[in-house]
């Protein structure tokens, strides 16, 4: 069964103190890893897809990873507006199914 | 384009009361898909679509069908709504099929079943 587990549950930083955010899964062949941001009462926001080991993608001060177990959403310098919960995503090669992780709530102070 | 609308915004129902979730999109996106949403829980696939005929089940499908008869739209039925069903339901679509590509997602729809 295809599993995505996301750590921390919860991350309160201070303005401008980079982190990371985990993405672990288990997946029987991989399609694709996706990082999603969610606003309260919105749905989500599309950022990157990540397909095979080693890649990295950028975007602004976001900065996704991917390994054969894990992916690491890197944060670089955030600001308040950075505030949301970050989703991970996976999609199987077998199926179509794309399975979310619970999600990581992060908070920033200014 | 609109991208991916859903009507209604909210909706309260008494236990037993059936109803349909609609779910557009005029992108002509091959992949639709339905979750729903739980504190604490993230996002849980109910059924999803690679095209216009084809459908299939996710994680969570039972208590919901769905059909797609056109590319366009994704409708979801409660068949006799439960308070376990009381959540937030957002329907998403990308292209090309497989939802390789990103995800477009709808505003949700906010559901109490009372």
């Known amino acids: 069964e295809d599993q995505v587990t996301q750590s921390p549950e919860a991350l309160r930083l201070q303005e401008g103190e980079s982190s990371s955010l985990n993405c672990s899964y288990t997946?029987?062949?991989?399609?694709?890893l996706f990082w999603y941001r969610q606003d309260p009462g919105k749905g989500p926001e599309f950022l990157f897809t990540?397909?095979?080991a080693g890649e990295e993608k950028e975007k602004e001060r976001l900065k996704a990873t991917l390994t054969k177990k894990e992916s690491f959403l890197h944060i670089t310098a955030p600001k308040p507006e950075d505030s949301a919960t970050y989703l991970c995503?996976?999609?199987?090669?077998?199926?179509?199914?794309?399975?979310f992780g619970k999600g990581t709530r992060l908070h920033i102070l200014p | 384009n609109a991208g991916v609308t859903q009507t209604p915004k909210f909706q309260v129902l008494k236990t037993g009361q059936s109803m349909t979730l609609q779910c557009a999109q005029d992108?002509?996106?091959?992949?639709m898909s339905w979750y729903r949403q739980d504190p604490g829980m993230g996002l849980r696939l109910i059924h999803y679509?690679?095209?216009?005929?084809?459908?299939d089940q996710g994680e969570v499908p039972n208590g919901y069908n769905v059909s797609r008869s056109t590319t366009e739209d994704f409708p979801l039925r409660l068949l006799s709504a439960a308070p376990s069903q009381t959540s937030v339901y957002f329907c998403?679509?990308?292209?090309?099929?497989?939802?390789?590509?990103?995800?477009?997602f709808g505003p949700g729809t906010r559901l109490t079943v009372l």
């Open positions: 990540l397909y095979s």
């Open positions: 992108m002509n996106h091959e992949y």
């Open positions: 997946v029987s062949g991989l399609r694709g």
């Open positions: 998403a679509s990308s292209y090309p099929r497989g939802g390789r590509d990103e995800q477009f």
């Open positions: 679509s690679v095209g216009a005929g084809i459908t």
């Open positions: 995503a996976v999609q199987a090669v077998r199926d179509d199914k794309i399975i």
